[in-house]
């Protein structure tokens, strides 16, 4: 059976599905060398310049940087640097348009030159055969270089690999229209191209490498040829043009007949692919040390007076490209009006929103038709029309999809019949497009759709993220307590064996084990106590104020029985008193009678007498006095023995109470008794007195 050099040897290639065949274009700029354009005045270098992250900010406003400085790291596999295209002070960090269909806006360093271009000190290497496969993927990665074709990948990553290639294939197909970027190059640096492919076979170490060039191209095709006539493996194929040949799975179609499934990657057939441009900035950085500063950039379409392939440097403003090849200003005018200068190709380009967006790795083409060439491009209204199922676009897609169908998807928002209907294979060709007689924007449509899907794949993966580490969280947070636990039991364990021991050693911990729950009980005793200090202090409080109550109720009880006492006696006093005083008030009666009158008598006498010097009141007080003094005489005798006995009685019972309050009870009593017998003896001398006087008084 033939094999696969055996046939591309003859010439024989395979075909890919579909593919359309646009007017070329190419000999508006094919014919010219490439020029090198004059530095601009202002620099604007996006942060991101292909797939995959931004690197790390290394600059400031204001810094001065030289030609070649590294304007960011890259600190992430997938992060590639930028560098100073030409010398200048960085005057501003700030967002800016950007070359996106959507004129999506991004950080950006904007560098305004100082016409110096004065380079940052290089050491180019003279003996490739030292360098390592480390030490190539690493001038590769400080370089910023990404795939320059299109697609942006960063190339260390791709170079970096370990599983076997059979294949090493350099895209020089270069399909789309108007675009010769490559082409010059070939043409001009086939040397230097295959010095950067010679590079790549050292790292990849392929069984073959494919050049793979168009038809179209007959100079590049003989340069490359003659570049190469002395390797064995490698070999120029001249493909035949079709658009979209240049599409990686279709290039691997053409030349090796595989197909590669939707979700695989090349190198799972043993296949790699790089651009013609990529290989020589392989080759500028590893010989040179010369990271990616400028592309060859097609400057074409009939608006120019002069379409031209340039060296331009990342970060020129699109319209001082424009302005540089004799753009026709006003027609000009009106194209932008219209977004009529478009980033790319005719085929996969898109118009640019703003002509101060800047040159970046991809930019390959810069496209200004005028009307007679693009109308479509100038129109400011959209000429689409309803599908009308003609197939024309499944028919052409060299990708095997159904263009129609994922356009209802598209627009209906349906990503999960988008992704069954493999829109990720969808290489934005624009062949359906270009052959849709409803005018269709179809690529437009699958740009949106896939920018939203993307969007909605990263939030589900930093979900998906952040699950991840919640769950990575708990897991450990439950292996400590598991630890923590195990560690506490053994030491526990390892404890009581200790205290179990019959050593001194093993008694004193006891006895300070037995200290520590000591100290702990007291602790905890001390603690409940504060808890509950309140309630105990009340306790305490009633205790002593019941104690005190029993003590006071005691006293109370005594003073009150001393009171009983003491009014019991009164009361018997008083009874014997009453006694006493009817007996004598009975005995006496005719003797009080006739005292009274007496007095009565002795009073009116003395009124007689004395009317002027004493009033009523006081007469009838002394006659009250008197006669009280009569009753109490009578009483006397009975009365006092009595109460003299009552008296010692009442000493002896209170004596245990109070001996003090008794002795003086008794010293008041003695007192009492005495003035008693005092009154009696007056009253006796009273009576004796008024007895004498009464007769006198009488007669
Ligand atoms: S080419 Fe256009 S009109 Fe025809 S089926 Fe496709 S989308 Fe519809
Ligand atoms: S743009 Fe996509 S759908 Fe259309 S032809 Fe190209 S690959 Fe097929």
């Known amino acids: 059976m033939e094999s696969i050099i055996e046939r591309i040897t003859r010439g024989h290639f395979w075909t ?214 002395t390797f064995d493996r490698i070999k120029v194929c001249v493909v035949p043009t079709k658009y979209p040949t240049g599409g990686e799975k279709q290039l691997i179609k053409i030349l090796t007949g595989q197909e ?197 794949k990263q939030l589900d993966l930093k979900a998906e993220k952040a699950k991840i580490r919640f769950e990575a969280r708990k897991l450990r947070l439950e292996k400590e307590k598991v630890a923590r636990q195990e560690k506490h039991k053994k030491a526990a364990a390892a404890r009581k064996a200790a205290m179990n021991k019959a050593t001194p050693e093993a008694a004193g911990a006891k006895s300070a084990v037995a200290a520590a729950l000591a100290r702990v009980k007291a602790k905890k005793a001390a603690k409940d106590s504060n808890q509950t200090t309140d309630t105990t202090s009340q306790g305490s409080q009633t205790e002593s104020s019941n104690a005190a109550t029993n003590s006071d109720d005691d006293q109370k009880s005594q003073v009150a029985a001393a009171i009983a006492r003491a009014k019991a006696k009164k009361k018997l006093k008083a009874e014997a008193l009453n006694k006493t005083s009817t007996e004598l008030d009975s005995k006496t009666t005719d003797t009080d009678t006739a005292d009274i009158n007496d007095i009565g008598k002795h009073s009116v006498a003395s009124k007689t007498t004395s009317s002027q010097q004493a009033s009523t009141d006081d007469k009838k007080a002394k006659i009250a006095s008197a006669i009280a003094k009569a009753k109490a005489k009578k009483l006397k005798n009975s009365v006092e023995t009595s109460t003299l006995d009552e008296i010692d009685k009442e000493v002896v019972i209170e004596k245990p109470v109070n001996q003090d309050a008794k002795k003086a009870k008794i010293a008041a009593a003695i007192a009492k008794a005495k003035a008693k017998k005092k009154l009696k003896d007056e009253q006796t001398d009273s009576s004796k007195n008024i007895s004498a006087k009464q007769p006198d008084e009488s007669t």
């Open 16 to 229: 890919f599905h579909g593919g359309v065949h646009p007017p070329e274009q190419k000999k508006l700029t094919s014919a010219t060398p490439i020029k090198q354009l004059s530095l601009p005045k202002q620099l604007i270098l996006p942060l991101q310049q292909h797939i995959g992250r931004e690197g790390k900010l290394l600059v400031e406003v204001g810094d001065k940087v030289l030609k070649g400085q590294a304007l960011t790291s890259s600190e992430n596999p997938m992060a590639v640097p930028i560098h100073a295209s030409t010398s200048g002070i960085v005057s501003a960090i700030k967002n800016s348009i950007i070359a996106h269909p959507s004129g999506l806006q991004s950080l950006c360093i904007f560098i305004d030159v100082d016409g110096k271009d004065t380079w940052i000190e290089r050491e180019p290497c003279t003996d490739i055969d030292n360098l390592s496969q480390l030490d190539l993927i690493k001038k590769i990665a400080d370089a910023g270089i990404a795939g320059m074709g299109g697609a942006g990948f960063p190339t260390h990553i791709k170079v970096n690999n370990n599983e076997p290639v059979n294949f090493l294939i350099i895209n020089g197909a270069e399909c789309e229209p108007y675009i010769t970027a490559d082409d010059l190059l070939m043409q001009e640096q086939s040397e230097k191209i295959v010095s950067g492919i010679k590079l790549l076979e050292k790292l990849l170490t392929p069984s073959f490498i494919l050049i793979a060039i168009e038809d179209n191209k007959p100079n590049a095709i003989k340069a490359l040829q003659d570049a190469t006539s």
């Open 260 to 456: 590669i499934k939707s979700g695989s990657l090349p190198i799972h057939a043993g296949i790699v692919m790089q651009n013609i441009a990529t290989c020589f900035a392989i080759y500028d950085a590893v010989f040179n040390d010369t990271p990616l500063l400028k592309r060859v950039v097609t400057v074409t379409g009939q608006a120019l007076t002069e379409p031209q392939n340039v060296w331009a440097l990342l970060g020129t403003p699109v319209n001082f490209l424009l302005n540089a090849y004799g753009a026709q200003r006003q027609q000009l005018t009106d194209q932008q009006n219209h977004q009529a200068v478009i980033m790319g190709g005719p085929m996969m380009g898109y118009s640019l929103s703003s002509d101060i967006v800047p040159i970046i790795k991809t930019s390959n083409c810069i496209l200004v038709p005028n009307k007679t060439e693009m109308p479509s491009a100038f129109d400011s209204e959209s000429k689409e029309v309803e599908c009308i199922r003609c197939g024309q676009c499944s028919d052409v897609c060299p990708s095997n999809l159904l263009p129609q169908e994922m356009q209802w998807s598209a627009k209906a928002k349906d990503y999960a019949q988008l992704e069954k209907l493999n829109l990720s294979d969808c290489i934005d060709c624009g062949a359906c497009a270009y052959v849709c007689p409803s005018q269709i924007p179809l690529v437009h449509y699958y740009r949106i759709a896939k920018a939203e899907i993307r969007e909605q």
